[in-house]
């Protein structure tokens, strides 16, 4: 496991909130100075750059929200966990929360959707446009992503998720009902020409219209330009020109005035699903993508137009489940992201206390686990009293079998798993990334040996 300690979290925190590490000192506990050491540190074991600094402050790369993310999230379970414990919570009474970004035309009336399909689950749904969805997905911040993917604007790249293809829509203009253009089954992009447009700027569907308007040779005339879909089809219902729409923009009703007609040259927009599969389990992930599709169909067909919903993903190239029961295997317990807060009684429990407990659980022996994790069995015992004294929790067992693991420890290790896997798998992929540009060198990094021999001075 990655060691990965509160202190490197606060220190991640000051810089996005503040963007200085000025906020670390000004706290008291930590000097600026040893607060930049220990984030060239940090990025070092990383082999990339957390930060940028620049001479107007210091601000957090990609790889550096990504760390936050999920160094958060690792704390904010653990804590959960030994809280909880405190309290007395049994199993039942914990729900998994999983933070779902999903794009603002169809975050309205989403959450009581997936409540009533998926009672065993909360879905934190968090409404925001397709692209900072994608780049939220990327840096950890969100279990699940639902948005557009356009040609000129892909989704996530991360590799090791699981994505489904909703539907594939293909945009289409959307022209007056007494518009002579309007008695025509197929229209053609080149016949438009002479046509004022009503234009579409921001998000994914400004996108395929831009890219179309661009095709154009005069440019036509724009008469009106807005953000939404919406606007543009009352616009085109009141005869101020013909706009690129998407059938799903008509909200599941007809729209009076209005006449779709496809385009001969194709502008294709896929409603994507992207799953992080340690967070939720494929069954669930096949479930909330049938459900996903079938909210699709019913928002669409309403006025007529036939979405081309995916029956058969070609990403699996299996048939979609088509069943409306809730998730068969529940989801592992991981909290939604939590703003890290100060330490209290679990304060003194480090993410690298985790791997302490796996061993004693697997090896069964302080002894062996003394060995394995290379300090003395004295050592290891006296660790773990202050770790209990901490916590106010016991932690392990001792008897004359062995040393096993208590229910407390046995709980805590559950419902940090998945966050540990995530703090891993996001190690290794900075790491295979390769040395970013403006990484300090790493410490024994080969380089250029500066000359004992001290030159000569010409003489004057």
């Not at 506990?29 to 040893?34: D, I, K, R």
């Not at 984030?39 to 940028?52: D, H």
């Not at 219902?237 to 496809?262: E, K, M, N, Q």
């Not at 796996?358 to 202050?386: E, F, K």
Request: hydrophobic letters at 40%; a positive charge.
């Amino acid at each position: 496991m990655f060691d990965l300690r509160r202190s490197d979290v606060v220190l991640l925190q000051a810089v996005v909130d503040h963007g200085s590490l000025h906020a670390v000192e000004r706290d008291g506990w930590m000097t600026q100075s040893s607060a930049s050491r220990r984030l060239v540190k940090l990025e070092r074991r990383l082999r990339t750059a957390l930060v940028s600094r620049g001479a107007t402050g210091t601000e957090p790369t990609e790889a550096g929200h990504a760390l936050l993310h999920v160094g958060r999230r690792l704390l904010a379970s653990i804590d959960f966990a030994i809280a909880t414990t405190h309290h007395g919570a049994g199993a039942a009474s914990r729900l998994p929360v999983v933070e779902f970004a999903v794009g603002s035309e169809w975050a309205y009336g989403l959450d009581g959707h997936l409540a009533g399909r998926f009672p065993d689950v909360v879905f934190d749904i968090v409404p925001d446009d397709s692209h900072r969805i994608w780049q939220r997905f990327e840096r950890y911040a969100a279990d699940a992503a639902l948005g557009w993917e356009t040609a000129r604007r892909p989704m996530a790249r991360r590799g090791d998720v699981l994505i489904r293809t909703i539907a594939e829509e293909p945009q289409q203009i959307a022209l007056p009902s007494g518009h002579p253009l309007a008695e025509q089954g197929i229209l053609d992009l080149r016949g438009l020409t002479g046509a004022d447009w009503v234009a579409v700027v921001g998000g994914d569907s400004g996108d395929d219209q831009g890219w179309a308007l661009s095709r154009l040779t005069p440019v036509p005339s724009v008469s009106f330009t807005v953000r939404s879909q919406g606007a543009a089809l009352d616009l085109v219902r009141r005869g101020y020109g013909i706009a690129l729409v998407s059938p799903s923009s008509l909200g599941g009703s007809p729209a009076r005035g209005v006449v779709l007609r496809p385009l001969r040259q194709k502008f294709v927009r896929r409603l994507r699903l992207a799953v992080d599969p340690l967070a939720i389990p494929e069954p669930l992930a096949e479930d909330l993508c049938a459900s996903l599709r079938r909210r699709y169909v019913l928002r669409t067909t309403a006025h007529g137009s036939v979405p081309a919903v995916t029956q058969q993903d070609p990403d699996r190239g299996t048939p979609a489940d088509p069943a409306d029961a809730g998730c068969a295997v529940p989801p592992p317990v991981l909290l939604s992201e939590l703003h890290w807060s100060s330490p209290g009684r679990c304060g003194g429990f480090e993410p690298e206390h985790l791997h302490l407990l796996r061993v004693i659980g697997r090896t069964g022996s302080l002894n062996q686990a003394a060995s394995a994790l290379l300090v003395t069995q004295p050592a290891l015992t006296r660790r773990i009293r202050r770790l209990e004294a901490s916590c106010g929790l016991p932690l392990v067992h001792s008897t004359a079998r062995g040393t096993s693991l208590s229910a407390t420890a046995r709980r805590l290790l559950a419902c940090t798993g998945p966050a540990e896997h995530r703090l891993d798998a996001l190690a290794n992929h900075l790491r295979q990334s390769g040395p970013a540009a403006g990484m300090p060198p790493a410490e024994g990094a080969a380089g250029p040996v500066p000359s004992p021999v001290r030159p000569r001075k010409a003489p004057r």
